[in-house]
Nanobody, 123 residues
Framework: QVQLVESGGGLVQAGGSLRLSCAAS????????MGWFRQAPGKEREFVAG???????RYADSVKGRFTISRDNVKNTMNLQMNSLKPEDTAVYYC?????????????????WGQGTQVTVSS
């Protein structure tokens, strides 16, 4: 088992930045591929970014060039730096973990989830 807790959400104007963090406890953090997903009202949860144990990353096209995912395998944390935010980035953002060997797009691939943190981008 691994427990995930997100922080860092909030309200920001379009063009601004936010940094989300995910703190992991429980089993060895470095075993897991980590990911960020988001869910806007009335929409399905969607993949945002993922990071492998060694640091290789994958991004959704909608955030590529604006968001940066990172992890610290000593501190058991993962971050999502979000720049040039747009109103369409408004959603609840979730941290997720998987023991699968690849960074997947599907929520079904991820075994553990945090409770989510709200990000609201005003126009």
């Amino acid at each position: 088992q691994v427990q995930l807790v997100e922080s860092g959400g909030g309200l920001v104007q379009a063009g601004g930045s936010l940094r989300l963090s995910c703190a992991a406890s429980g089993r060895t953090f470095s075993r897991y591929i980590m990911g960020w997903f988001r869910q806007a009202p009335g929409k399905e949860r969607e993949f945002v970014a993922g990071i492998r144990i060694g640091g290789s990353t994958r991004y959704a096209d909608s955030v590529k060039g604006r968001f940066t995912i990172s992890r610290d395998n000593v501190k058991n944390t993962m971050n999502l730096q979000m720049n040039s935010l747009k109103p369409e980035d408004t959603a609840v953002y979730y941290c997720a973990a998987t023991t699968a060997p690849t960074i997947g797009w599907s929520i079904n691939q991820y075994d553990y989830w945090g409770q989510g943190t709200q990000v609201t981008v005003s126009s």
